[in-house]
């Protein structure tokens, strides 16, 4: 597994094969072999673009839901997370050390939406104890670009 491909990749997977090749000094054929092995072994996952959608006219409410649940005997956690996974709102879904087990980002058009996925769909699992749902206000940084950029004033100042 090349590292540097994969950095290289995650920053901008934009980059051409010909661009990858001259910036890790690697034979076309071989990145792209490299690239398709990788995906055959699920170590790259997709491919996707990061948008922000403060800038366009959609409404769009991301929620990220605290979930306490009884981990099921024999199976653990596993078994839990597929089932919150398979839903069609749930964008991410991580587990966790400390207060909470998992946390859910899920996103809708409306809160009513989101409360309407946690009330009728979340909540109800039989393994599901306690959920707490914090709604994100405005995304700063997202996967590591800056979304509130503010062009830099490149004049040069004058003095009198």
């Known amino acids: 597994m090349n590292e540097a491909l994969l950095k290289a990749i995650e920053n901008n997977s934009k980059r051409t094969v010909t661009d990858l090749s001259a910036m890790l000094g690697i034979p076309e054929l071989d990145i792209a072999e490299q690239l398709t092995q990788m995906e055959k072994d699920l170590i790259i ?32 956690f596993d078994k839990i997370a597929e089932r919150i996974y398979l839903f069609k709102e749930v964008k991410s879904l991580y587990l966790m050390a400390g207060g909470f087990d998992f946390t859910v980002v899920i996103e809708g058009t409306t809160m009513k939406e989101v409360a309407h996925f946690i009330g009728h769909k979340l909540a109800p699992l039989k393994a599901v104890q306690s959920t ?27 003095t009198p």
């Open 45 to 76: 996952c997709g491919y996707h673009t990061l948008i922000d959608w403060d800038k366009v006219d959609t409404e769009k409410v991301t929620a990220l839901i605290e979930v306490r649940v009884t981990p099921q005997r024999g199976e653990g």
């Open 132 to 158: 707490a749902t914090h709604f994100v206000l405005k995304k700063y940084k997202d996967y590591g670009i800056v979304l509130d950029k503010k062009p830099k004033d490149e004049r040069m100042a004058v």
